[in-house]
């Protein structure tokens, strides 16, 4: 079983910073994907970024540019620096991860963490 906790949000006003951070722990081989999304209330939760274990990274257009996901893999830790923020980014933020528990088996997604309230307002 493998559990993520979410961390580092919290209330902020246009144009500033907040860096997220997601947590790994429990019976983990080895982790591909590590990915952000996000829920904003009466929406759908919907994919911000993602980093693979060979770094290849991929992000929703709406946060080009101003959102940047990295990993320490010897951490199982996920990071999403966001700048530039702006009232549409408000939403709780979740993480999920592709993981292996040992050798030989598949990748399996993790469950949803309980994510981070992430709130750009003046």
């Known amino acids: 079983q493998v559990q993520l906790v979410e961390s580092g949000g919290g209330l902020v006003q246009p144009g500033g910073s907040l860096r997220l951070s997601c947590k790994a722990s429990?019976?983990?081989?080895?982790?591909?994907?590590m990915a952000w999304y996000r829920q904003a209330p009466g929406l759908r939760r919907e994919f911000v970024a993602s980093s693979s274990l060979f770094e290849a990274t991929d992000y929703a257009d709406s946060v080009k540019g101003r959102f940047t996901i990295s990993r320490d893999n010897a951490r199982n830790t996920v990071y999403l620096q966001m700048n530039s923020l702006k009232p549409e980014d408000t939403a709780v933020y979740y993480c999920?991860?592709?993981?292996?528990?040992?050798?030989?088996?598949?990748?399996?997604?993790?469950?949803w963490g309980r994510g981070t309230q992430v709130t750009v307002s003046a």
């Open positions: 429990g019976n983990i081989f080895s982790i591909n994907v």
């Open positions: 999920t991860m592709s993981i292996q528990a040992r050798a030989g088996v598949p990748y399996e997604y993790t469950d």
